[in-house]
């Protein structure tokens, strides 16, 4: 009869792999906060009220799991079965503990396959990331100096203009959902048509959504801030920090894009190293 009993380091075992689930769930569900357009605040997904409720529930998951079916039962019972009644005590014992192994064994095999089944990576595609991470957002007005153009001075478009190949395909996913309208401050007539040019040889006009008359140019800084607080866009995507910080309290959302990390400045504000990084789900917050 005390056969049927599980041995301490086997309960121990289990009691880690609970654990162990418990704080992969946990990292899971942080990891896909980065997904979300809006700030989530780690220590308070860890917090105890959090992991007591999380606990419970996989306790009682991880129970489920780990009880093998009423068919499994009866076919282990059978191969425990003495061969005869003549075998000793001793030996029934013997052959009952390997069927509790066996039957062990087959409930954590399953609830291993199902936890790792559930913590299989997410492969969602750039257009559900890009429609997730704008938040039903439906005008953009984006600066081209640093975010779509490799050049990030009034000065170098003057020599030339190179756009960035690799944040194209991010730009025509937001114009699919966006209005988007593209800006930059210029020093002379020329630069404008040398960035319209580039712009239409690298394919930004392909879209539907992106078009030249939609490509606004400006003398100045305050022109472009201007530019921005008349069209009133969902987000605004700008390298500057100043003018960040000055358009925070009038945009709903805000993408600084910058090559080092910079303090948030509000809670509208997010970061990213580029416009593709932020966007492709690959950069933090």
């Not at 009880?67 to 499994?72: A, F, G, K, W």
């Not at 009644?85 to 052959?95: I, L």
């Amino acid at each position: 009869m005390g056969g049927s009993a599980s041995s301490p380091s086997t309960n121990q075992g289990k009691d880690d792999d609970l654990a162990d689930l418990i704080h992969r769930f946990i990292d899971s569900l942080a990891d896909y906060s980065d997904l979300l357009p809006f700030s989530v605040d780690r220590q308070k997904l860890r917090s105890y009220t959090t992991l007591a409720a999380l606990a419970i529930t996989l306790i009682l998951a991880w129970k489920i799991l780990r009880s093998p079916p009423h068919e499994t039962q009866r076919r282990q019972r059978r191969r425990a079965t003495p061969p005869s009644s003549s075998a000793t005590t001793g030996r029934t014992s013997s052959s009952v503990n390997p069927s509790t192994d066996v039957c062990s064994s087959s409930g954590d095999s399953r609830a291993q396959d199902a936890i790792n089944h559930f913590f299989q990576p997410v492969n969602l595609t750039l257009e559900q990331i890009v429609r997730h991470k704008l938040n039903e957002g439906r005008k953009v007005t984006c600066r081209l100096l640093g975010v779509v153009l490799e050049e990030t001075t009034p000065e170098e478009l003057q020599e030339k203009v190179t756009v960035r190949s690799s944040v194209l395909e991010v730009l025509h996913e937001i114009a699919k959902f966006c209005d988007v309208y593209l800006m930059e401050r210029i020093l002379d007539d020329e630069s404008g048509e040398r960035v319209l040019s580039a712009l239409s040889e690298a394919g930004v006009f392909t879209s539907g959504g992106l078009m030249k008359e939609k490509v606004l140019f400006c003398g100045t800084e305050n022109g472009r801030i201007s530019f921005v607080r008349q069209l009133e866009p969902d987000w605004h995507i700008d390298s500057n920090s100043e003018i960040i910080q000055q358009l925070a309290r009038f945009i709903k959302y805000e993408l600084h894009v910058s090559p080092e990390r910079v303090e948030r400045v509000a809670t509208n504000v997010y970061s990213s190293t580029s416009l593709e990084n932020f966007f492709g789900g690959l950069d933090q917050r």
